[in-house]
């Protein structure tokens, strides 16, 4: 029965999904050894040991992947399952509370995010992602049918999610991970207005949150840089604002990624001959590797990787879009976000377009938690395309 339903299930396997995804995670072993090689000898460590590291995760990851598409989809929705996971994650993430307050010496890059268990570094504000696009999913689309058409109305409706989201963004930002909570409130807002409410109302909430955030900036590009603050999150900012004048402050992690890719012209210097990966980029098989990346490969094998991410995200948020339930559409959407956003501000990142945030790029950087959970994420949605493919098939 178990076999018969697997193959079954496998003639709707979705290539479209598929390919980009083991591209991608090609591509991102490819640039992990090449990013990570020269520092791992320089620490007396094997050459390939981050290489290797993440071929286990790649591996991983597909096998998470396909359980997650043989999975029923109901599963998702079990109560016992949501609680269960909500607790989880708000534990974990209290936890890195209370480890940044009693062990600050536990912060990595200004951020107490990581927790150790054993040989494994879990990361939570990457699993409260897909906690936050599952769980939003199985409440909005339960109320579909009560959606009003005033806006204070469906904030009464949607009050209970709203708050329990908030709580896991608010524990995120603290650690500090502007990236992740940023990436949270995004999610948040895509699906809310997935649910079918008004354009008019998310147009009027980006504009004020956008203006908001102009003015802020504008006034901190006047701050006197020179002034001694202790802290970290505005640090970050300044030297986004003036990476020259503050390259010792954290700006020069900007002005080497400028230096890579101007290095790297249209056609790169070449798979390993990157300069800025030497010592220059901090851990730059992580947060700077599209640096990396087009330093050696230039601007064209940048845009293949840029390309091959676009791809993804135009077949999910086209299966959202055609989706025959809402619960498939918002699972859509929030995983399109998920992959969008980071996309955009790892990518932003690099080019001093937005601050850095530390957010990886999907696929591509190195990073455990990062796999496994957009593995699972992108499972969901081929789960999805099988099914409304065997549903268009059947009428």
Not at 104 to 124: D, F
Not at 286 to 307: C, K, M, P, Q, R
Not at 359 to 379: E, N, R
Request: with cysteine.
């Amino acid at each position: 029965m178990w076999k018969k339903f697997q193959k079954s299930k496998i003639q709707y396997l979705d290539y479209w999904l598929l390919l980009p995804y083991v591209i991608l995670c090609a591509f991102g072993a490819l640039m992990v050894y090449s990013a990570s090689s020269d520092l791992m000898s320089i620490r007396g460590m094997k050459p390939d040991a981050y290489f290797t590291k993440q071929l286990v995760f790649i591996a991983l990851g597909f096998i998470l992947m396909m359980i997650t598409y043989f999975l029923k989809l109901s599963v998702l929705k079990n109560r016992t399952f949501l609680k269960a996971m909500t607790i989880v994650v708000f534990l974990a993430l209290i936890y890195l509370l209370l480890l940044s307050r009693f062990r600050p010496s536990a912060a990595i890059n200004g951020a107490t995010a990581w927790i150790q268990l054993g040989p494994l570094t879990i990361q939570p504000s990457e699993f409260a992602k897909l906690l936050i696009v599952i769980y939003l999913a199985n409440m909005l689309s339960r109320k579909e049918n009560e959606l009003a058409d005033g806006f204070v109305d469906n904030l009464k409706l949607f009050f209970s999610p709203v708050v329990l989201v908030a709580g896991i963004i608010l524990l995120v930002f603290i650690q500090p991970d502007l990236g992740g909570a940023s990436i949270l409130a995004a999610v948040m807002v895509v699906m809310f207005f997935g649910t079918g409410m008004s354009y008019w109302y998310g147009f009027s909430l980006i504009t004020a949150v956008t203006t908001t955030v102009m003015i802020l900036f504008s006034i901190l590009r006047h701050f006197n840089f020179s002034t001694n603050v202790n802290s970290y999150k505005f640090n970050r900012i300044l030297s986004f604002l003036h990476p020259f004048e503050l390259e010792n402050m954290g700006g020069s992690q900007l002005v080497n990624s400028y230096y890579a890719i101007n290095n790297g012209g249209w056609f790169g210097l070449g798979l390993g001959n990157s300069i800025q990966k030497r010592g220059y980029l901090p851990e730059p098989y992580t947060d700077f590797i599209l640096s990396i990346t087009t330093e050696e490969l230039g601007v064209i094998g940048t845009l293949v990787i840029i390309a091959l991410l676009f791809a993804l995200l135009a077949r999910i948020f086209y299966l959202g879009i055609h989706a025959t339930k809402m619960y498939h559409t918002l699972l859509c959407y929030g995983i399109g976000t998920i992959i969008f956003v980071q996309t955009l501000f790892n990518v932003g990142g690099l080019l001093g377009i937005l601050p850095i945030t530390g957010v990886t790029l999907p696929f591509i950087s190195y990073g455990g938690s990062s796999m496994m959970v957009l593995a699972i994420a992108l499972g969901i949605v081929l789960n999805i395309s099988a099914q409304e493919k065997k549903a268009a098939a059947a009428n």
